[in-house]
């Protein structure tokens, strides 16, 4: 059986065709313009594979309540020219398949858990830092929604004292993904995070904030076990550094066998960057069941 697997992002669209072992058979990028000029192209990637659902991880926020009139919009984007558009219906409309549909980093996680580092365990978290931050959680064998879906890349953190950055973040001055996001490293730095040798201090300011929302994530979300991925975790002399302050400030609080070994509580994505399209195709499979 063949299922399409769809990964929207700002820079290009992912798409795919695969199968219930997660093997991807095909696959092409194609730039992310606007809806009139990308949407064409992604159709008609899609119209004569024979797929029998097609799975979405999409850039966000977007409505995923199947209750709302506006289900399947992407909504309030900062990409203007998404903005409310109704990326599912228009696939439900020109291919006639079921569509699952969920974030971009719930698709992620939703990869990892199926196929990757989270595989067997029961919860998860899958936080992605690059030119922004998002989370994707599993609770309880699930992926985790609530009015809206999880937006961790926002939650507010106690910033250092020597940080003078002002941070990129329109609405909040102290969030994660302003503090810590690849553009935050490069407008406090002047330099993009690969661009930074690997002994420079930036490194352990990324890793205090970075530690600083794991914890807040553990104390509230209580996972099993944490997975980073994206462009700047890319940086991997980051992991210890991480390990280490995440334990200094976690001080003790917690005691479980999972909090053991920081090396297989807090890891890097297992999938070769290929957790979003691997979820994505996840989120079709399980449409599909759902539908039938």
């Not at 004569?48 to 506006?70: V, Y």
């Not at 936080?127 to 998002?134: D, E, L």
Request: with cysteine; net charge negative.
């Amino acid at each position: 059986m063949l299922f399409g697997a769809l990964e929207t992002g700002g820079t290009k669209m992912v798409c795919a065709i695969g199968n219930e072992k997660g093997e991807i058979l095909e696959q092409v990028s194609i730039p992310t313009e606007t809806p009139e000029l990308t949407m064409p192209k992604v159709l008609s990637f899609y119209r004569d594979k024979k797929i029998s659902a097609l799975g979405i991880g999409c850039f966000g926020p977007i409505d995923l309540n199947r209750n709302s009139a506006t289900y399947g919009h992407i909504t309030t984007t900062p990409k203007t020219a998404w903005q409310y558009y109704d990326i599912v219906g228009i696939f439900e409309r020109e291919l006639g398949v079921p569509i699952g549909f969920d974030t971009d980093v719930n698709a992620s996680v939703l990869g990892e858990y199926t196929w990757g580092a989270a595989r067997g365990l029961n919860s998860c978290i899958y936080i992605t830092i690059g030119t922004g931050i998002g989370v994707g959680v599993i609770a309880d064998g699930g992926l985790l929604h609530g009015m809206l879906h999880p937006e961790g890349g926002h939650i507010l953190l106690r910033k250092l004292p020597e940080d003078t950055y002002e941070g990129f973040c329109p609405f909040h001055e102290n969030c994660f993904e302003g503090l810590a996001a690849g553009p935050a490293i490069e407008g406090r730095w002047g330099k993009k995070a690969l661009d930074l040798e690997h002994s420079h201090r930036a490194w352990e300011m990324e890793a205090e904030y970075i530690a600083q929302a794991l914890v807040n994530y553990t104390c509230i979300l209580s996972p099993q076990r944490i997975i980073l991925g994206g462009g700047v975790m890319h940086q991997t002399q980051l992991f210890p550094m991480i390990r280490d302050r995440f334990t200094k400030l976690l001080n003790g609080y917690l005691k479980t066998k999972e909090l053991e070994d920081m090396n297989t509580f807090i890891v890097a994505q297992s999938l070769e960057d290929k957790q979003g399209i691997l979820g994505a195709l996840k989120l079709a499979m399980v449409e599909l069941e759902r539908n039938s």
